[in-house]
């Protein structure tokens, strides 16, 4: 599945940002999806992930209770709401996705990735 990360941009502390998957290619359905983040000088590391039906979702610890991952099947994208951003979220955010049986947290898991798309947070 081909993917297409868009919706990065420049927020206040505080504020609120969509970001927004877009997956063509292959039946998106089929695939378990995730959010990875990666700031200058870390690792890639995982935020978020949902199960092909979307009814399972996993977070890491640094962003429960201020993100949600959700996914729309029908229109072939996943979602990723993130509020009350901190300077600490800022990063490039890439979607990933694998055909599998629940969610994982381990980015080479996940064969088809996005581009990333950038989020900055000011102070």
């Known amino acids: 599945v081909q993917l297409q990360a868009s919706g990065g941009g420049l927020v206040q502390a505080g504020g609120s940002l969509r970001l927004s998957c877009a997956a063509s290619?292959?039946?998106?359905?089929?695939?378990?999806m995730g959010w990875f983040r990666q700031a200058p000088g870390k690792e890639r590391e995982f935020v978020a992930g949902?199960?092909?039906?979307?009814?399972?979702?996993d977070y890491a610890e640094s962003v429960k209770g201020q993100f949600t991952i959700f996914r729309d099947n029908a229109k072939n994208m996943v979602f990723l709401q993130m509020n009350s951003l901190k300077p600490e979220d800022a990063a490039v955010y890439y979607c990933?996705?694998?055909?599998?049986?629940?969610?994982?947290?381990?980015?080479?898991?996940?064969?088809?990735w996005g581009q990333g798309t950038l989020v900055t947070v000011s102070s």
């Open positions: 949902i199960s092909w039906r979307g009814g399972t979702t």
């Open positions: 990933a996705g694998v055909v599998r049986v629940g969610v994982t947290h381990v980015s080479w898991e996940y064969d088809s």
């Open positions: 290619g292959r039946t998106f359905s089929n695939y378990v």
